[in-house]
């Protein structure tokens, strides 16, 4: 009897979250719509690659990894003469690699740091590199000096944006869900007409997130199919890890929608709070290009949005991004136990009597 | 003795500064209509999302079936049918999705179809909620307070913001209800609805009962037949010559501006004296009524307020 009143809960949630035109909108059609417009972008500017690139290198290297590297390739003696090549256009970018302390320097202009093309360059060396050295530093001359960690098989940029959009499509589904639900359905007085039913509150928080969940892992689909026909996308996925990923993504995510609901208390708040945090992500969390797009002034802000370690966790899921299985099981588990205490706590504040 | 299915006890509720129910005790027996009438604020949805389970008390027991609830658990919801004072559905559902989802939510339920007709809500079955009128909305909301087949229905102010025609559709479906012996509290402002349905009747007032009984009971003991109502267009001054008839016949008159107001239980003398007066004053009198008392006089008579302003 009471799986028949879940299922009843369930239903009605479901239909209800796929006819919700805000939900569709903020969980499949913008991320559907921001893949189409980032994949075209970057997918030609990728295979447009007429120009011809020469890389600088100081050091050792296999004649194996030279033969892989796509680009003309000239050796220098050190650091100045790489900087100088490179004041002069010889070369685009350098590449300077440490043996000792295994380290690996990118040397490049400074107006070439939010060039498309040299952070492709550069994320394709990485990549290559990445096979023989660990712990690769970047350098920019002049600029700065960030450590950026690189991934096992990034080829296409497109695996990066489309394991983006996912995650900010758990993350946008888990916010608002939520706070339609224990905000907006709180307040119009909608769940007090089921709290008058037999109802249990846990019953009734469970089958919302279920059907959201649900909801989110349809979205996820279709975002991932799409990426199969429309860019030829070939996924390497550990599905069982983004299984995993979805769960605790999703759930943390609502935490967070239920954690802003809380703060601000009137539901429109909260939403437009969650709103303005899905389109600070959106730029932030280098879902959509690399976050060395961005100044560094406020490159530091990603480290604060969720959404980044969401990607990264889909990321690893996908193979494209490098990270410790431990650390992979930690972010989950911090994502699921943040969320899951939150749903907890929403339905005893939110669905008590008052 | 009929059996008593709702018995509440000192029940009180607090908000802040405002007792919203202040110290209320009644009972409701089996099949009956009880009516709790009362103005704005009177504390009566209060009372009634208690009964529900919706609102805690702060102090008082409630006894349903005889049994005394501390809570009100589920064995208790899945016997009551509530009608909130503004009910909200998901508003891209179906009238008829809508219906199927409550019935799936108790263990009994009533054929959906069934209660679509019961309703009058059958054309409007595959209507997204949100293209409802408010008379459909109401009457859909109904239905999902019977949908469970309860025991006992709670009706929140069931014809508020309905224009006359719909207000005696859904009195009539109540009537319907009861004959079908079903229990029932509502609460109402219109002093009509309580008269039309109610057994008996609970006069609210700033979270107090203040009055009790059949309507016809409420009104006897006014101990007044009838009520004259009437202006009086000239300056004259009415007041010392009531004065006057207080004395010989039985009667009660109060004024607002130059409206007089005159209760009695002597209707044809107080009659001849007004007229009688009117001529050797030379007042000229207009818009004369004259009625039976209701529950409206019964309130005003103990609040010194009309229920509504
Ligand atoms: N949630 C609440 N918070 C504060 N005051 C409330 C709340 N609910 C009701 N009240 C106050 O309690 C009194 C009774 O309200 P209510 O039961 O809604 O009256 P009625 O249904 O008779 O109009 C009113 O003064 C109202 O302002
Ligand atoms: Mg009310």
């Not at chain 1, 809960?9 to 209800?16: A, P, V, Y």
């Not at chain 2, 049994?67 to 899945?78: F, G, L």
């Not at chain 2, 913001?161 to 719909?166: E, M, N, R, S, T």
Request: charged content about 25%; proline content about 2%; hydrophobic content about 45%.
């Amino acid at each position: 009897m009471k799986n028949r009143r879940m299922f009843s809960l369930i239903s009605i949630f479901t239909k209800d979250t796929f006819r919700n035109w805000m939900e569709v909108f903020f969980t499949l059609l913008l991320p559907v719509l921001l893949l189409l417009l980032f994949g075209t972008i970057f997918g030609t500017e990728a295979s447009s690659g007429t120009k011809e690139y020469k890389i600088g290198i100081v050091g050792d290297v296999d004649e194996t990894i030279i033969n892989s590297i796509p680009y003309k390739v000239v050796f220098f003696e050190d650091k100045n003469s790489i900087t100088m090549a490179l004041n002069e256009n010889i070369i685009n970018i350098g590449l300077l690699l440490n043996h000792e302390n295994n380290e690996l320097t990118f040397i490049q202009k400074e107006p070439d740091m939010n060039d498309e093309s040299i952070i492709f360059i550069k994320l394709e060396l990485q990549n290559i590199l990445k096979k023989h050295y660990a712990g690769i530093k970047e350098d920019f001359i002049n600029v700065e000096f960030i450590e950026t960690s690189i991934g096992e098989n990034q080829e296409n940029p497109l695996d990066f944006i489309i394991t983006g959009v996912i995650g900010l499509s758990l993350l946008s589904g888990g916010m608002f869900s939520m706070i339609n639900v224990f905000g907006r359905y709180k307040k119009n007085g909608l769940i007090k007409r089921f709290l008058a039913s037999p109802i249990k509150p846990f019953e009734f928080t469970l089958s919302a997130s279920v059907s959201k969940l649900f909801f989110n892992f349809i979205s996820m689909f279709i975002i991932i199919i799409l990426g199969k026909y429309l860019f030829s996308l070939n996924y390497n996925f550990n599905w069982l890890s983004l299984f995993c990923v979805f769960i605790s993504s999703s759930i943390g995510m609502m935490g967070l929608g239920l954690l802003l609901l809380l703060i601000f208390k009137d539901p429109a708040i909260a939403s437009e709070a969650a709103t303005i945090l899905y389109v600070a992500m959106t730029f932030f969390s280098g879902v959509y290009f690399p976050i060395e797009f961005l100044p560094k002034a406020i490159r530091w802000i990603s480290n604060f949005l969720p959404v980044k370690y969401v990607a990264d966790l889909i990321r690893f899921s996908g193979n494209i991004k490098q990270m410790t299985l431990n650390n992979f099981l930690v972010i989950n588990l911090i994502l699921f136990v943040i969320g899951f205490f939150l749903i907890f706590v929403s339905s005893k504040v939110f669905l008590k009597e008052e | 003795m009929e059996e008593v299915v709702v018995k509440v006890n000192n029940l009180k509720k607090q908000y802040k500064d405002v007792k919203a129910v202040d110290d209320v005790s009644f009972y409701v027996k089996k099949k009956e209509i009880v009516a709790i009438l009362g103005p704005n604020g009177a504390g009566k949805t209060t009372t009634l999302e208690i009964l529900e389970g919706l609102r805690k008390r702060d102090e008082g027991e409630i006894y349903y079936f005889g049994e005394k609830a501390d809570q009100i658990d589920s064995n208790i919801k899945e016997k009551i049918g509530v009608q909130l004072q503004s009910t909200v559905f998901f508003q891209n559902l179906t009238v008829i999705e809508t219906l199927r989802a409550f019935a799936g939510l108790y263990q009994k339920s009533l054929e959906v179809e069934k209660v679509l007709t019961d309703f009058n809500l059958e054309e409007k079955k595959r209507s997204r909620i949100s293209k409802l009128s408010g008379g459909q909305l109401q009457r859909l909301a109904l239905a999902t307070a019977v949908i469970n087949d309860p025991e006992i229905l709670f009706l929140d102010e069931p014809t508020t913001g309905l224009d006359p025609q719909a207000r005696r559709n859904t009195w009539q479906i109540i009537s319907n209800l009861r004959n079908s012996g079903k229990t029932i509290i509502l609460t109402t402002h219109y002093m009509e609805e309580a008269e039309f349905l109610a057994d008996r009747v609970y006069i609210f007032d700033q979270g107090k009962i203040i009055a009790e009984g059949s309507v016809s009971e409420l009104i006897n003991s006014l101990g007044m037949n009838s009520i004259i109502s009437f202006k009086i267009n000239s300056n004259g001054n009415f007041d010392d010559i009531s004065e006057k008839l207080f004395d010989e016949i039985d009667l009660k008159v109060s004024k607002n501006e130059n409206f007089y107001r005159i209760e009695t239980v002597d209707l044809e003398n107080a009659l001849l004296k007004i007229f009688e007066e009117a001529r050797t004053k030379k007042f000229d009198i207009s818009d004369m009524i004259i009625r039976k008392p209701n529950l409206e006089d019964v309130f005003l008579k103990l609040t010194g307020k009309r229920l509504r302003d």
